[in-house]
């Protein structure tokens, strides 16, 4: 018997529409709009998963693969399987050992200058001083500029006779340096052109952390007549970690990885003094033509930046 016009429903009854009762059932159920919204946004990612398979894990699987394999360009023979051979032979050598020390010590000395001169000239453009915008401008310029440009322009500056930083040297009475002929000399040129490029990419980051940050910690401390290094050090940079340890472990796999600069400048000379990691993985694979030893190489060189990685946000959750 239906409820005369006008007249609410008994307590306990539920009123049930005209047309399709099981459909106002099932939009009342609960989490079903959660799982719409679900559902659509994994098929709006869908493509997204796909392009990242097929351009990261796909390379990937076939690396690994290639690494225990005997695969070579130009070889007659067929390839197999080959264990953990390629990681024996080309791996754990002293040519491997010497190219992973040189990497260490470029990644050490690039860190050791380009952290400190980023930070520095982040803190002095957030002043926003005279003449900010400028200099903040002018100063992103080497960041945009490509690799290999910038190794052919500091080829043509560091060259031995007709450099730029020579002539400035001998102009200021400092001597004549062969930067890219002396062992020692092409570490550092290697060191200088890279910190040149990353040095405007940590201050851009340090930048963005410190436009992030609150004032009020900071306006508490010069209060209370703390000085410009104190509220740096005790107030700003406890704030700044998360951002400094996302700095720190990408600059540390660009120095992992580090190639082009390289190859352009000095391409591993003189001798092996500046051949990295990653110009012994391009050496092994496209001069010598061993494709399975530079898969290994590089999936050792891929492993060994995990543990930056796990370091990273192990870190940044202590800082939570």
């Known amino acids: 018997m239906t409820a005369p016009a006008g007249t609410l429903p008994e307590p306990g009854s539920a009123a049930i529409p005209a047309g399709r009762p099981e459909r106002a059932t099932r939009s009342r159920r609960p989490g079903w709009s959660a799982r719409r919204r679900r559902l659509g946004a994994a098929v709006l990612t869908l493509p997204a998963w796909v392009l990242l398979l097929t351009l990261f894990a796909v390379p990937i699987a076939v690396g690994v693969y290639l690494s225990f394999r005997n695969e070579a360009i130009g070889s007659f023979a067929r390839g197999r399987f080959v264990g953990f051979s390629n990681f024996r032979r080309d791996v754990f050598t002293s040519t491997f050992y010497d190219a992973v020390k040189t990497t260490a010590v470029i990644a050490l000395m690039g860190l050791a200058i380009q952290l400190p001169a980023g930070i520095g000239l982040a803190l002095l453009l957030h002043r926003n001083l005279r003449g900010t915008r400028f200099f ?128 352009i400048l000095t391409r591993g000379g003189p001798g092996t003094a500046t051949q990295t990691v990653g110009l012994l993985d391009y050496n092994t694979g496209f001069n010598f033509l061993q494709i399975s030893r530079a898969a290994a190489i590089g999936v050792v060189l891929a492993v060994f930046t995990i543990p930056v990685y796990l370091l990273w946000t192990r870190a940044v959750r202590a800082n939570k």
């Not at 006779?161 to 102009?171: A, F, I, Y």
């Not at 107030?235 to 700095?247: A, E, G, S």
Request: glycine share 8%; net charge negative; hydrophobic share 60%.
């Open 136 to 263: 903040r401008s002018a100063l992103l310029i080497p960041m945009l500029l490509t690799p290999v440009a910038v190794g052919i322009m500091w080829r043509f500056m560091l060259d031995s006779d007709l450099g730029v930083m020579n002539w400035l040297l001998q102009t200021v009475g400092l001597g004549h340096v062969d930067w890219l002929g002396d062992q020692h000399s092409a570490v550092v040129a290697i060191v200088l052109v890279d910190s040149w490029q990353a040095i405007p990419f940590v201050m851009l980051l340090t930048l963005a952390g410190l436009a992030g940050l609150p004032e009020s910690p900071m306006e508490a401390a010069r209060v209370d007549g703390g000085s410009a290094w104190q509220t740096f050090w005790f107030v700003t940079f406890p704030m700044l970690r998360p951002v400094l340890y996302v700095i720190l472990m990408i600059r540390v796999i660009d120095a992992a990885k580090l190639f082009d600069i390289i190859f």
